[in-house]
């Protein structure tokens, strides 16, 4: 097939989500007013909890089957690998442009953790229903490829709660100890209380010159276990509640129903004698595509402000997540093809490619700017690497 009408194939889907996208963005401008933060958070909550799961449920358990599942164990190494190489190459980033102590955690997040829900969503789906695509039948390839995308939205979320989490929680305990810093060093609070009301709170801007070096000794022990403990609970606290997220659940669900014939058998098919909720789920899934798309152009908005973030932090992140990145996929694919690890499906193995090349996955207020530019510019990477990846594949 050639290269032209592959690159029509990828266009016209990054098109159709780039004009809802500006919908989007002009209705969450001052002149409209209908997505503002409150409406476009309500909004995304009602995403998250009814569209999202109908969609997720619905795809994976109309398609998959037990050995799919099976067949299918290379993704979570592939997300795997997509975040450990991305982090590496965010941590050579921070230490070539030195950003401020605070950013350095954010700025590894961005590198290494991409959109794998949403956007696959969007993209996956419109590329098997463009004229010319090279996956086959465009019903059974947009089916395919939600489930695809399902499975990949609920392992990715858990690579994000589990190691970008931290990355972000602990970016902002030095953000906040920064602030703390600038607070103490202003002279109001140079001098400690030194009058007979004096409490503990003056004794720990005297740097607690009172108490005895043993007594300080252990009780910075004591406090680095607890704060151990802290993150560690944390972290197991954030781990369950994604495993109990809507989506999450649903793709659990959905691969259980897939699996299982006998429950497949109730909800799935004209003969099924529950099929009037897959209907209704179905229905409530395509919700979906549309209102996150128009919730990504609202959110975009917010990078129209006052940039926090120097240029070369902007440029550093996108040569990470849009040159790097997408070509180590493609080594990493293709290797795994070529030792047999995936099935011969080449859906498959361009959502797979594709996973390297998805712009950030979090809109931090501190990085608004970023979470602009890396979607501006995700435009034209999608559309490119997704006519690369079809010609290799095709």
């Known amino acids: 097939m050639g290269f032209l009408t592959l690159l029509k194939v990828a266009s016209m889907p990054i098109l159709q989500v780039l004009i809802i996208s500006l919908l989007g963005a002009f209705m969450a401008t001052e002149y409209l007013k209908l997505l503002p933060p409150d409406a476009r958070r309500s909004l995304n909550t009602i995403v998250f909890v009814a569209f999202t799961p109908s969609l997720v449920f619905a795809s994976l358990a109309k398609t998959v089957r037990l050995e799919d599942i099976i067949s299918w164990w290379f993704m979570p190494v592939n997300i795997g690998i997509t975040f450990v190489v991305g982090a590496v190459f965010g941590w050579i980033a921070v230490k070539i442009v030195k950003p401020e102590p605070h950013i350095k955690g954010l700025i590894v997040a961005m590198c290494s953790s991409g959109n794998l829900g949403n956007i696959l969503l969007i993209v996956v789906p419109a590329i098997c ?6 996956f086959g039948d465009k019903e059974v390839c947009t089916r395919v490829g939600l489930s695809y995308v399902s499975f990949s939205m609920a392992l990715g979320a858990f690579y994000i709660w589990t190691y970008t989490y931290n990355l972000i929680r602990n970016a902002g305990s030095e953000y906040k100890a920064m602030l703390v810093a600038e607070e103490s060093s ?10 007979l009301e004096a409490d503990h709170k003056s004794l720990l801007l005297n740097n607690g010159s009172d108490i005895p070096s043993q007594i300080k000794s252990e009780s910075a022990k004591d406090n680095k276990a607890a704060a151990l403990w802290g993150q560690i609970l944390a972290t197991l606290n954030q781990i369950r509640q994604e495993i109990l997220a809507p989506p999450v659940i649903a793709a659990i669900l959905g691969l259980i129903f897939g699996a299982v014939t006998w429950l497949r058998n109730l909800l799935i098919g004209e003969n099924a004698p529950l099929r009037v909720i897959d209907d209704s789920i179905k229905l409530l899934g395509d919700g979906t595509i549309p209102c996150i798309t128009l919730i990504l152009g609202g959110n975009l908005t917010q990078g129209l402000r006052k940039a926090r973030l ?15 990145l997408p070509a180590v996929g493609i080594v990493v694919v293709k290797t795994a093809s070529h030792f047999g690890f995936l099935p011969s499906d080449p859906l498959y193995q361009f959502v797979l490619m594709i996973q390297f090349v998805v712009p950030p996955a979090m809109n931090i207020e501190e990085c608004s700017v970023l979470f602009l530019w890396t979607y ?8 490119g690497w997704s006519t690369v990846f079809m010609w290799i594949l095709s």
């Open 129 to 134: 229903k463009e004229n010319g695509s090279p």
């Open 186 to 195: 202003s002279p109001s609070l140079k001098e400690p209380n030194k009058d």
């Open 310 to 324: 120097r240029t070369v932090m902007v440029i550093a992140v996108i040569g990470v997540r849009y040159i790097i």
């Open 376 to 383: 501006l510019v995700a435009t034209l990477a999608l559309t």
